[in-house]
């Protein structure tokens, strides 16, 4: 069964709304991660958390917030979507600081 | 992007052939992961490593943290390899924050 799982799994918003990306694992880890996926680029780090309750910014945090209520759980927050938020989004989680990581399926955003 | 420099960026290979992808650094990378992202989408783990090597299966990954640099061999290709590898470094010690390449298209071909 799929460890890290990620909702909605496709979404299209308008521009202005509020967009808010779910994360779920259950491989009882304590860091979880977002990244953003351009087409044809690779991963860039938008926020991460080593534990619950707490998060950090990642490489490219403007324009998102991040909420980490449990350890199991992970969302990103648009609060104003915009053209230039449109991207594949992934979760990932790692034991801890010297752990690979596993990624969710992605969450593939369209903002019109 | 630019921390982390793949090549080839993309290659087409014979069922049947070796490879070697490589990740440069300009970043002082003290851990390096590679990943596959397969033509679904998905993202596998491939390798962890601090600086050493690692075999699995027909892969086979190397990592010189002094050089700046990191391999992935790929052994007797299948059709099932196809995808984009990236390498995804660890610049700030125990943190397992990483800066990702670019990635590496590969198609195998019958």
């Known amino acids: 069964e799929a460890a890290v799982t990620q909702s909605p799994r496709s979404k299209v918003a308008v521009t202005g709304g509020k967009v808010t990306l779910s994360c779920h694992q259950t491989n009882n880890h304590d860091y979880m991660y977002w990244y953003r996926q351009d087409t044809g680029h690779g991963l860039r780090l938008i926020h991460y958390s080593y534990v619950a309750d707490s998060t950090e910014k990642g490489d490219i945090p403007d324009g998102y917030k991040a909420s980490r209520p449990s350890q199991e759980n992970f969302s990103l927050i648009l609060e104003l979507a915009s053209l230039s938020q449109t991207a594949v989004y992934f979760c990932?989680?790692?034991?801890?600081?010297?752990?690979?990581?596993?990624f969710g399926p992605g969450t593939r955003l369209l903002v019109l | 992007g630019d921390k982390v420099k793949q090549s080839p960026s993309a290659l087409s290979l014979q069922e049947g052939t070796n490879s070697a992808l490589r990740c440069n650094f300009s970043i002082a990378a003290t851990t390096v992961q590679w990943f596959l992202q397969n033509p679904r989408g998905s993202l596998m783990n491939l390798f962890y490593l601090v600086p050493g090597t690692k075999e699995n299966g027909r892969l086979k990954s190397a990592f010189d943290s002094k050089e700046s640099y990191s391999t992935l061999h790929i052994r007797d290709a299948q059709l099932e390899d196809s995808g984009t590898y990236f390498c995804?470094?660890?610049?700030?010690?125990?943190?397992?924050?990483?800066?990702f390449g670019t990635g590496t298209r590969l198609q195998v071909l019958p």
């Open positions: 995804a470094a660890e610049a700030t010690a125990n943190t397992n924050k990483v800066v």
């Open positions: 990932a989680s790692s034991g801890d600081n010297q752990d690979t990581q596993y």
